[in-house]
């Protein structure tokens, strides 16, 4: 039981490049969503989705797009990367939405834009 | 929108010290309130959490957390630390009406043996 994961472990990418994170889990959750750390800043929400198809924004989602297509995976899209987007990600999941589901956090994604 | 406060931002302490981190929210309603860390290198973890009832939660590891509502309150407690607390600790608050956490800004506990 793998628990939540994320593909890539780190990534440097040049101004304008683009890329897409992947998250996985394996504990069947519906809930999953996309977080940001940046230092003094704690971890702001990007996008999350509350089942397959869906997706809905969060707190900062300029400059980034999700896709839900397979339960199991929350993909992260970068189409054009700024340097305002360095930064770690971490993906995390819940069964549910309501106030005693966990989210478990995956291990993160340490992205430099340069 | 909803805002946590955490007034620590470093700190340093020896083995065997107490500790006690600050969490303030800013929302007036009912809340569920989380303390999470992050070990240098891994991914963060449920330290403890308070949905209702006692308001003195006991968590992993021996830290526990007051919720004070009339105060905004969540603070982080440990009566004695270890180098193994070395770690980044997180305060999360959920309002009843939203389905994510909105994290405070990180207190890093530093434990020199």
């Known amino acids: 039981n793998a628990g939540v994961t994320q593909t890539p472990k780190f990534r440097v990418l040049k101004t304008g490049q683009s890329m897409t994170l992947l998250c996985a889990q394996d504990?069947?959750?519906?809930?999953m969503y996309w977080y940001r750390q940046d230092p003094g800043m704690g971890l702001r929400l990007i996008h999350y989705?509350?089942?397959?198809?869906?997706?809905a924004k969060g707190e900062v989602p300029d400059g980034y797009n999700v896709s839900r297509l397979k339960k199991q995976n929350f993909l992260l899209g970068l189409e054009s990367a700024a340097p305002s987007q360095t930064s770690v990600y971490f993906c995390?999941?819940?069964?549910?939405?309501?106030?005693?589901?966990?989210?478990?956090f995956g291990p993160g994604t340490r992205l430099t834009v340069l | 929108a909803q805002s946590v406060s955490q007034h620590n931002h470093h700190v340093i302490l020896s083995e065997a010290a107490s500790l006690e981190l600050g969490c303030n929210y800013s929302?007036?309603?009912?809340?569920?309130l989380f303390w999470y860390v992050q070990y240098p290198g891994q991914h963060l973890q449920l330290l403890l959490k308070?949905?209702?009832?006692?308001?003195l939660v006991k968590g992993i590891k021996g830290f526990e957390a007051e919720f004070i509502k009339s105060k905004f309150s969540f603070n982080l407690r440990k009566p004695s630390v270890q180098w193994s607390d070395t770690a980044e600790y997180f305060c999360?608050?959920?309002?009843?009406?939203?389905?994510?956490?909105?994290f405070g800004s990180g207190t890093r506990l530093q434990v020199q043996p």
């Open positions: 995390a999941s819940s069964q549910g939405g309501g106030s005693y589901n966990e989210q478990f």
């Open positions: 504990m069947n959750h519906e809930y």
């Open positions: 989705s509350v089942g397959e198809g869906t997706t």
């Open positions: 929302y007036g309603g009912t809340v569920n």
């Open positions: 308070y949905f209702s009832g006692d308001p």
């Open positions: 999360a608050v959920r309002d009843t009406g939203r389905r994510a956490l909105t």
